[in-house]
């Protein structure tokens, strides 16, 4: 099996090379040999014969056609601009979410017939805005209200008529808002759901915007590569020609999860974050996803965390090495 | 007042050129100048100092940001590849439906700030597929099932981006079939819907590839470009976020048009439809919208047909001369 991740050195990126490399193989097929692509350096990626890192932008001429000349039969496409920046580049937003997607597109149907790679799309629950139901069904309209979530929609649109075309074998899987995000605060204007749990964990402050009623719809960062990883091996002839799924995650508030924060940390760590309310992410909080039925995705095999201490330990056996310190 | 029309040596662009010209203003604002562009010839536009035709392709470099240095305050885009060729040529309709479009959308961007033109976009009911309710609801999603519904649909989704970013006031009209098209057929799939009572009509034989119980959704070439003119002057302040509407327009069943035909033209023009089941088209078709509630758009003053009696005097006197010959 030769695989494709593109935006590898992101933080969801280095977790599903990580989990490739030590599982070995995609549905049983041993991984023989994978490319690896951001804009960015791969800090933590030790080339071998088995792995190649590239570093380069997409969306210029001629490169994805180079990534793809080896044929990959799996390509795990999560390179992307978030939300925030999206928002506040609109050139640059445009350049990487959709001309990058629409470069590799193109790059796979032009290396074609007789090619027709699986193509995992990391797509987003941004592709719906108000007004939304409590809870969306799983045929809810492509609404979106940011250009983060406008380029994700093209892209699912782009994704379906490819793979009906026979181009690509597409599956578009919008992932929850993941948290506990690790690292340092990005550019996502839903960053603050990943601040303030992982900045008090580790003693520190941390800001929150919006109102604890506020209620949004969450998988941990563990949850998001299973389902990048599960979406390589479902049957896609189930997705008919609706090929992006919305998955499985939890329904939360701000409030519940302060909650459980205390729960699993104390009082001490709930005293750390700070109220400064934002209207500007107020105003976009608004608009965004409460919860999903995702019947669909679940009956395809994908699984979410169910309360958000599951969450907050996940993210102390994988980012803290299973200890609280605070 | 100076408008932009792509599109414009098109069956529907002709036409709105020449309603504009008669009419000599749009809400109540003198035309002072149009610039008509197109691919192909203008054969019945006489330019004069107020009009200048351009004969180009959008999509090419540097093309669009020259059809809009004189910063027209209304565009109405309307050039594209019907649904026939663009799944025919893939390549061809990505260019003109959606390259085309966005170049215009970025050149409109990169001419502000201070400059936001009202853009009128001809969308298609193609942005619709199965699986869809019998009478659709203005909520419905995008779930395009052809490439030239893709591709519609994306532009919806950028007109609506660039609205909310102030680039532009857009308002995306989601035209019924046109029924009856006059001249020779195209290469639109939905071409038959035309020719089983255009050619009868003129004493010709006509090929029906669907079943008579096939319903499907019309306007005539003369609502069209009411509605076309009509988007121009709505206050897309009530459009909120959602800039692309269902028009409203006439529900019937081929077996009604023929009904409809046999009641204006005798059993003798009926007797000219022949027949010939078309797989290909028959499997098309059966993802096809069938109705529209269309009520956003009637609330916002869009008028069409009511019976397909109507709409054959619509075309007895726009191409015909107001005679039946036959």
């Given at each position: 099996?030769n695989i494709l991740v593109t935006g590898a050195a992101g933080m969801l990126g280095r977790k599903l090379v990580a989990k490739l490399l030590a599982a070995g193989s995609v549905t049983n097929r041993?991984?023989?040999?994978?490319?690896?692509?951001?804009?960015?350096?791969?800090?933590?990626?030790?080339?071998?014969?088995?792995?190649?890192?590239?570093?380069?932008?997409?969306?210029?001429?001629?490169?994805?056609?180079?990534?793809?000349?080896?044929?990959?039969?799996?390509?795990?496409?999560?390179?992307?601009?978030?939300?925030?920046?999206?928002?506040?580049?609109?050139?640059?937003?445009?350049?990487?979410?959709?001309?990058?997607?629409?470069?590799?597109?193109?790059?796979?149907?032009?290396?074609?017939?007789?090619?027709?790679?699986?193509?995992?799309?990391?797509?987003?629950?941004?592709?719906?805005?108000?007004?939304?139901?409590?809870?969306?069904?799983?045929?809810?309209?492509?609404?979106?209200?940011?250009?983060?979530?406008t380029q994700k929609a093209i892209c699912e649109l782009l994704l379906a008529d490819y793979s009906r075309r026979g181009f690509i074998d597409g599956i578009g899987i919008r992932l929850p808002t993941?948290?506990?995000?690790?690292?340092?605060?990005?550019?996502?204007?839903?960053?603050?759901?990943?601040?303030?749990?992982?900045?008090?964990?580790?003693?520190?402050?941390?800001?929150?915007?919006?109102?604890?009623?506020?209620?949004?719809?969450?998988?941990?960062?563990?949850?998001?590569?299973?389902?990048?990883?599960?979406?390589?091996?479902?049957?896609?002839?189930?997705?008919?020609?609706?090929?992006?799924?919305?998955?499985?995650?939890?329904?939360?508030?701000?409030?519940?999860?302060?909650?459980?924060?205390?729960?699993?940390?104390?009082?001490?760590?709930?005293?750390?974050?700070?109220?400064?309310?934002?209207?500007?992410?107020?105003?976009?909080?608004?608009?965004?996803?409460?919860?999903?039925?995702?019947?669909?995705?679940?009956?395809?095999?994908?699984?979410?965390?169910?309360?958000?201490?599951?969450?907050?330990?996940?993210?102390?056996?994988?980012?803290?090495?299973?200890?609280?310190?605070?």
């Amino acid at each position: 099996m030769n695989i494709l991740v593109t935006g590898a050195a992101g933080m969801l990126g280095r977790k599903l090379v990580a989990k490739l490399l030590a599982a070995g193989s995609v549905t049983n097929r041993p991984i023989t040999s994978m490319t690896l692509t951001d804009v960015g350096g791969f800090a933590d990626v030790v080339p071998s014969n088995r792995v190649r890192t590239v570093v380069t932008d997409l969306a210029q001429p001629g490169v994805a056609a180079s990534l793809i000349e080896s044929r990959p039969e799996l390509i795990f496409h999560l390179a992307a601009v978030v939300s925030g920046e999206a928002e506040a580049d609109f050139e640059k937003g445009y350049c990487v979410n959709l001309d990058g997607t629409r470069a590799l597109l193109e790059a796979i149907r032009k290396a074609g017939p007789g090619y027709c790679p699986r193509f995992v799309f990391a797509s987003s629950v941004a592709v719906f805005g108000s007004p939304l139901p409590d809870i969306i069904q799983d045929d809810q309209g492509l609404t979106p209200l940011t250009s983060y979530g406008t380029q994700k929609a093209i892209c699912e649109l782009l994704l379906a008529d490819y793979s009906r075309r026979g181009f690509i074998d597409g599956i578009g899987i919008r992932l929850p808002t993941i948290a506990i995000r690790p690292g340092k605060p990005n550019k996502a204007a839903s960053g603050f759901f990943s601040n303030i749990l992982r900045e008090p964990l580790a003693g520190a402050e941390a800001i929150l915007p919006v109102d604890e009623s506020v209620r949004h719809w969450f998988a941990s960062p563990r949850a998001a590569v299973g389902f990048i990883v599960h979406a390589a091996t479902v049957d896609t002839s189930k997705l008919g020609s609706h090929r992006s799924l919305n998955l499985p995650g939890l329904s939360a508030t701000v409030g519940e999860q302060l909650e459980a924060l205390k729960r699993v940390a104390g009082e001490r760590a709930v005293a750390l974050v700070k109220r400064v309310p934002d209207p500007q992410i107020i105003k976009m909080i608004g608009s965004w996803p409460r919860s999903f039925d995702a019947r669909r995705a679940r009956d395809l095999g994908f699984v979410a965390e169910s309360s958000f201490d599951e969450i907050i330990r996940v993210h102390i056996e994988d980012e803290l090495g299973g200890v609280l310190r605070a």
